[in-house]
């Protein structure tokens, strides 16, 4: 009796000295309340895990607070974040794919506007941000939306909806300030690393594995064929030092390749060309490039889709499917930062 009694107390005493660790134990509410969402995997490090650590309230009104000045045909529209969440993701990623991988976009989509949001752009300073994907992010709204998915737009924005919600207010963050959450559609089996194409290394947009395939992403593979002509005239217009000789076979020598596999620079016609270059030339998928010269022609076949820095949305769409949530995804892809709320 003395013994049960001492037990008892023992683990009353437990309880209220160490309630922490009940805190930490399994998830008990749906992984849709962002409250508990957010929770770091018990699994995960503390020192590159994502995690948020912050009582919130579970009401989703933070990104509704919170107004957007988006430039878009020439004017500047306000509106809320939610709104222009939801425009962005539905232009950014499949409303297919898996709903924590959407999760995850919604929280890189947001970090990206707070990000420019706190930074200002001098391409338009009177927008925070713009609908041109090629300098900001694209955007649709319902309209377009309705346009675009026909019967799916009820299912389609419901779902993305609910991933904006479900992350409001949640950010990546980087020694406190919202990261340079970038991101591209698919890798050849690693991101790449951001010092590598861009200027200068950042911490968190590092190199790491990302699991899709083949199998799972449309024309992950693909080429582009080019005459000996086109290739060479394509090249002379931004290299006109690049010199052709009779043989082929000297064209295109000397890749040098990343730690990723993509291609770093290559001398073609003996000038050294960026592989950034060789793809804006002809308009290749991605740097993940491998260039065959036969006779007559030039052929680039490519891996992946984009610049390969950042997130994968494909690679999170892989890691959804296998059970990963968000938080998770975001610690992978942006290892070393933080989840934080507005
Ligand atoms: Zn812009």
């Known amino acids: 009796m003395k013994v049960m009694l001492a037990l008892c107390l023992f683990a009353v005493i437990f309880a209220l000295v160490f309630p922490v660790a009940a805190a930490l134990g399994p998830k008990s509410q749906p992984p849709e309340d962002p409250t508990v969402a957010t929770d770091r995997p018990p699994e995960s490090p503390a020192s590159d895990g994502l995690f948020y650590v912050e009582e919130r309230p579970a009401s989703p009104d933070r990104d509704d607070e919170t107004t957007v000045k988006l430039l878009r045909d020439g004017k500047i529209e306000e509106l809320s974040l939610t709104d222009y969440l939801i425009g962005a ?3 950014e990623m499949p409303a297919t794919f898996e709903p924590e991988a959407l999760k995850a976009q919604a929280v890189a989509l947001r970090t990206y506007y707070l990000r420019k ?3 200002g752009s001098s391409a338009h300073p009177e927008a925070q941000i713009c609908a041109d994907s090629t300098c900001c992010a694209a955007f649709r709204d319902e309209e377009q939306l309705k346009e675009r998915w026909g019967e799916s737009f009820e299912t389609n924005f419901k779902k993305i909806s609910a991933a904006v919600r479900a992350t409001d207010g949640l950010y990546i963050a980087y020694e406190g300030q ?3 959450a970038v991101f591209h559609s698919s890798s050849a089996g690693r991101t790449e690393d951001c010092g590598e194409i861009w200027n200068g290394p950042v911490p968190y947009l590092v190199s790491v594995e990302s699991p899709e395939s083949a199998d799972t992403v449309p024309g992950y593979v693909a080429s582009v064929t080019v005459s000996a002509e086109e290739f060479r005239e394509t090249v002379l217009e931004k290299y006109p030092g690049a010199v052709f000789g009779e043989d082929m076979s000297g064209w295109v020598t000397e890749p040098v390749y990343s730690a990723s596999g993509r291609l770093s ?3 073609i016609g003996g000038v050294a060309v960026q592989a950034t270059s060789l793809r804006s030339m002809f308009g290749l998928r991605s740097t993940a490039v491998k260039i065959e010269v036969n006779d007559g022609s030039v052929t680039m076949t490519t891996t992946g889709y984009g610049h ?6 494909y690679g999170a769409n892989t890691m959804a499917q296998a059970g990963a949530d968000f938080t998770e995804i975001l610690s992978h892809y942006y290892p ?3 989840l934080a709320g507005l």
């Not at 390969?308 to 949305?313: A, D, H, L, W």
């Open 89 to 91: 993701m539905s232009a």
């Open 178 to 180: 919202p990261a340079l």
């Open 117 to 119: 949001a706190k930074l």
């Open 265 to 267: 620079h290559v001398l």
């Open 336 to 338: 070393g930062t933080t």
């Open 308 to 313: 390969g820095v950042g997130m994968s949305q």
